[in-house]
């Protein structure tokens, strides 16, 4: 049998997989952990249904990894400066 939405309708077996892959990528968003966040919604925007909840879960993923990566990128030559300072100062 279905699973049922709370005003006792049955949701179709494509509701109930939309509904899963934004509960995982929900799940994964509020760990920060970007990525699989972002694979899951795109699964469930690959469905069709409320693509815009999707789409703007997307939308912020690719914002948070794009600051990631900024920071990232900004450690890495921070830390590139401090390694070559101790070779020189050695």
């Given at each position: ?41 795109s699964r469930a ?38 390694i070559i300072a ?5």
């Amino acid at each position: 049998m279905g699973q049922k939405e709370t005003d006792g309708t049955l949701l179709s077996a494509e509701e109930r997989s939309y509904r899963e892959f934004m509960t995982r990528g929900d799940d994964f968003f509020r760990i920060e952990i970007f990525r699989p966040a972002k694979v899951w919604y795109s699964r469930a925007l690959a469905m069709n249904i409320n693509s815009d909840q999707a789409k703007e879960r997307i939308a912020e993923c690719d914002r948070l990894l794009a600051y990631e990566r900024r920071v990232f990128t900004i450690l890495g030559i921070a830390g590139s400066i401090v390694i070559i300072a101790v070779i020189l100062l050695f």
